[in-house]
């Protein structure tokens, strides 16, 4: 069956670090891949996705995911993080051919400190 | 532009009670619709989805149920509750290639 991995649950980090989350997924055909976060009090919302080409992704507030078909992974990164980027950070998988139906990782929480 | 609504936002239900959630899906015609689950230190797992009116896939054996009695609508429920109903629970549509996920209900079972 289908699994996503995300290897860190809780992280910890000062402002201006950097930012890389783990995300394998365990699929041998042609996948999707996304990245979610749920910023405190609002909805999922997407950061980035990948589903075909350049497997280095951007996606909004200066994130960005590579997507290493070797690896079955998409990690998460950004160059340096800020207060306003503690969330909860979910990895998302779904087969290309299928009904759209997503396998989420188990999420990992990021904290920020000012 | 699409907008998702559930409802309620939070519930608190005793054992056995019934439960009916609902999700609406306004601005889109034809949406595939699913219900996710968030258990307490868990990531979200999908537990139906549905292609079209009255069409609905189940991917987890559980306590549950749904149906889609429109096209844009989308209900999650229950005859009795158990403890291990508790969560938070999302509906999400999709399009342009990727979910749109609603506001959720965190349900207390207790």
């Known amino acids: 069956a289908q699994s996503v991995s995300q290897h860190n649950h809780h992280v910890i980090l000062s402002e201006a670090a950097s930012l890389e989350l783990g995300c394998n997924y365990s699929?041998?055909?042609?996948?999707?891949l996304f990245w979610y976060v749920q910023y405190p009090g609002q909805h999922l919302q997407l950061l980035l996705k990948?589903?075909?080409?350049?497997?280095l992704v951007k996606g909004i507030k200066g994130f960005e995911a590579e997507f290493i078909k070797s690896k079955f992974s998409f990690n998460l990164r950004k160059p340096s993080v800020q207060w306003s980027d503690t969330a909860e950070y979910f990895c998302?998988?779904?087969?290309?051919?299928?009904?759209?139906?997503?396998?989420f990782g188990q999420g990992t929480t990021l904290q920020v400190k000012p | 532009s699409q907008t998702i609504h559930q409802w309620p936002a939070t519930l608190v239900q005793p054992v056995g009670s019934p439960l009916s959630l609902e999700c609406t899906v306004e601005?889109?015609?034809?949406?595939?619709l699913y219900w996710y689950r968030q258990a307490a230190g868990r990531g979200l797992q999908l537990l139906f989805y549905?292609?079209?009116?009255?069409?609905i896939s189940s991917e987890v054996p559980q306590n549950l149920s749904a149906s889609r009695p429109q096209d844009r609508q989308f209900i999650l429920s229950s005859k009795k509750l158990l403890l291990s109903d508790s969560g938070f629970y999302l509906c999400?549509?999709?399009?342009?290639?990727?979910?749109?996920f609603g506001p959720g209900t965190r349900l207390t079972v207790l």
């Open positions: 999400a549509w999709s399009g342009r290639g990727q979910q749109y």
């Open positions: 699929y041998g055909g042609t996948v999707n």
């Open positions: 990948y589903f075909s080409g350049d497997p």
């Open positions: 998302a998988v779904n087969r290309a051919s299928n009904t759209g139906k997503l396998i």
């Open positions: 601005g889109t015609s034809n949406p595939n």
């Open positions: 549905s292609v079209g009116i009255g069409q």
